[in-house]
């Protein structure tokens, strides 16, 4: 019996508008078994493979849909596109999410969505839904009959493993739904290009504005299975596998690309070569324990990378990495970045930052890492905790663990800012009264330090070893205006773990935002020199 | 005429850059075609279906595109070694590649091919626009509607067999 399709399923029985200028194309590799081969330009007539959209020219906001549930493994060749879309109007191959071909199905059973879990509990028994396929919970998405343009559904989530009432998603369910009895969308697996043995790669080389949703795609080109270079390119809904040995992922020197809900499984590296700015959200990275594997390689080169949510395993060698011969490393962000990796460090060339927020995806477990050789094993610089707490202070200090070396590793007073060791930075609004912001500061041990760090700038230097700063407008004039604090003495860690305050008075000109900043610049002893803070400042 | 030009413009820098001339073109260039047969031709890039407008700024798209790949994949011909030195560093972090060498010169060959194939493939596309422009300003050919959607007269349809009537999809 046919199930009632249950209003969660919009059916539009008129096109929607397009954009100007736009075609849609559709795409079926399977379709030569019913004879139905084409030019493209509809369902019923699609091309057979992707080539025949992307290797002729194209206009900017064309879209190929490609049918899911089936795979085109024979008769490949490199993927070689010529066409640029642009920022607003991209050209797009995007994985059916709107039935178009008339495959999808909904659940026999009812499932209860948790939002941030990978499991969904079913009513009965799970019949009809596999491994690989997709779904996404009735009212998260919604199909429109004979869409011409991408459905901009973000929830819908590939399927690990289905074992009783359990269902298993690779990915953190993220989408509005939540209770006991809620149906499934089924849509069947992505459409495959390749094989993991295939030696073929995607090569979008100066092809601006390309944006893939919804590709299982494979290879074993040894300069990955995507190589992108001044594409400016966006990933979603993008499954990458390698043959496990030689091959990577992404080959990316483009600046500003965005990966969305992306899986990677069993590969030297997912990233490699990353030259410029990328943003990573919702990723699960599996290197299948390959031999030396990694999620950025060792060898790449960025300037500053995201990452949220996203999970790395089964990365052998330094999974997150930097090292470059001639230019410093960037930042790189991540929020929420789970691993059970057994790397040991953090590589990366003097001044690469990493920042991590909710590391290990432990709420509130905030570090960074900077100033850092490669191997170096003591890879954190900073990290939040909730010892040591201050009596009449804030809920969490900061642990600062100094790097050593005096080179291009280590800290110093003498390159402002780039030797120092920033602790902190708040904006702060306020108005143009005087203020007085004081942070308080202890030892980990007396013999943590065999010297205080000065409190007062020294001849030769130009700034204190430990101070605090803040930076605001002084009046009318649009120069903004720094006052730091350079009092002698203002903690003794060698005699005692007192907490001791260091303090600053700033008067604005102006009401508005005015920064306030901690630094560290104390070149570290033979001794650890590990200090905390606490986060909380005192404005009085 | 203008177009004609521009294309044998291309062509010379194409070869001042190592480019093989007599490698570029397929049988589209080498050898003539009639109206009616260039009018099947541009159906192999969906070039049939776009509205005038569209293909103009197509053709300068891919025009500006031509130039880009050629002026960024100069260093392939100018620097054969620099681009192997990146290839090669970027291979060394693999201790599974065996025949360093052998593969580095083979991705390098790939990296060439693909860019010969790339500027043969923009070429081969920018000659059917500007043929099928041709077909439309001469009349052999007429599209049933402008880019904004606005209907062609029936009248002027009806000066050419339905088969060179251009259903405009974009």
């Known amino acids: 019996m046919t199930k009632y399709i249950s209003i969660f399923i919009a059916f539009l029985c008129f096109f929607l508008p397009q954009q100007s200028g736009a075609t849609t194309y559709y795409i079926a590799y399977d379709c030569a078994d019913t004879s139905i081969c084409g030019n493209g330009t509809a369902s019923t007539t699609p091309f057979s493979g992707l080539d025949e959209f992307v290797e002729v020219a194209r206009s900017a906001g064309d879209i190929a849909i490609v049918k899911r549930g089936t795979a085109s493994t024979t008769n490949i060749s490199d993927i070689l596109p010529t066409s640029d879309g642009t920022l607003n109007n991209p050209i797009i191959i995007t994985a059916d999410y709107d039935n178009i071909f008339n495959n999808f199905a909904t659940s026999s059973q009812t499932y209860t969505p948790v939002q941030g879990s990978k499991t969904m509990e079913a009513s009965a028994s799970i019949t009809g839904i596999a491994a690989n396929d997709w779904i996404y919970v009735a009212g998260d998405c919604y199909e429109t009959y004979n869409n011409t343009n991408k459905n901009p559904c973000e929830y819908a989530y590939e399927v690990a493993s289905v074992s009783g009432t359990t269902l298993t998603l690779y990915l953190p369910y993220k989408g509005s739904q939540s209770g006991s009895g809620k149906d499934l969308r089924v849509l069947p697996d992505l459409p495959v290009w390749n094989s993991t043995t295939g030696d073929f790669q995607w090569f979008i080389n100066q092809d601006h504005y390309w944006h893939l949703k919804g590709l299982d795609l494979r290879g074993t080109d040894a300069n990955c299975v995507i190589l992108s270079s001044n594409s400016y390119s966006s990933f979603e809904d993008i499954i990458l596998q390698t043959d496990g040995t030689s091959s990577c992922g992404f080959n990316t020197s483009s600046p500003n690309e965005y990966f969305s809900k992306i899986r990677f499984f069993g590969g030297v590296s997912f990233i490699s070569a990353l030259s410029n700015q990328a943003q990573f959200k919702d990723a699960l990275i599996d290197c299948n324990n390959t031999s030396s594997s990694y999620f950025i390689n060792d060898s790449s080169w960025f300037e500053t990378i995201y990452v949220s949510a996203t999970e790395i395993i089964n990365c052998t060698g330094t999974s997150i990495g930097s090292s470059l011969g001639n230019n410093g490393g960037g930042g790189a962000y991540f929020n929420g970045v789970s691993h059970n990796n057994t790397y040991t460090s953090l590589s990366g060339a003097s001044p690469t930052k990493f920042f991590f927020e909710d590391n290990y995806n432990v709420i509130g477990l905030n570090s960074q890492t900077d100033h850092r050789i490669s191997d170096n094993t003591l890879a954190t610089t900073t990290v939040s905790t909730t010892t040591q707490l201050r009596t009449g202070g804030g809920p969490k200090n900061l642990y600062i663990i100094p790097p050593d070396g005096t080179g291009n590793t280590g800290i110093s007073t003498k390159n402002y800012p780039r030797s120092n060791l920033k602790l902190f930075e708040y904006p702060i609004y306020t108005d143009t009264s005087s203020k007085t912001y004081t942070m308080y500061f202890r030892t980990s041990a007396t013999s943590a330090f065999t010297i205080n760090p000065l409190t007062q700038t020294a001849t030769g230097s130009t700034t204190p070893e430990l101070y605090i700063e803040c930076e605001y407008y002084p009046g009318s004039d649009a120069d903004r205006v720094l006052k730091r604090s350079n009092t002698a003495s203002a903690v003794s860690f060698t005699s005692d773990t007192n907490w001791y305050g260091i303090s600053v008075t700033c008067q604005p000109g102006n009401a508005g935002l005015l920064y306030l900043r901690g630094w560290y610049a104390k070149p570290r002893e033979a001794v650890s020199n590990e200090f905390y803070m606490d986060l909380t400042p005192e404005i009085s | ?170």
């Open chain 2, 1 to 170: 005429m203008k177009n004609t030009l521009i294309s044998l413009i291309v062509l010379l820098l194409l070869g001042g850059t190592g480019y093989s001339v007599s490698q570029q073109f397929g049988a589209s260039f080498s050898e003539s075609k009639t109206d009616a047969e260039w009018a099947e031709d541009v159906k192999a890039e969906n070039l049939d279906i776009k509205s005038t407008e569209v293909l103009e700024e197509m053709k300068a798209s891919h025009t500006a595109k031509l130039q880009r790949l050629i002026e960024t994949s100069k260093i392939l011909f100018d620097c054969p070694e620099c681009v192997k030195y990146e290839i090669r560093q970027n291979f060394e972090r693999y201790s599974e590649i065996r025949n360093l060498d052998v593969m580095v010169e083979a991705e390098y060959q790939n990296q060439l091919d693909h860019y010969h194939l790339s500027i043969e493939k923009i070429n081969q596309s920018l000659e059917r626009m500007d043929n099928e422009l041709r077909l439309r300003e001469e009349g052999f050919v007429v599209p049933d509607k402008n880019r904004e959607g606005t209907k062609t007269q029936q009248a002027d349809l009806d000066k050419v067999d339905e088969q060179y009537q251009r259903k405009i999809n974009d």
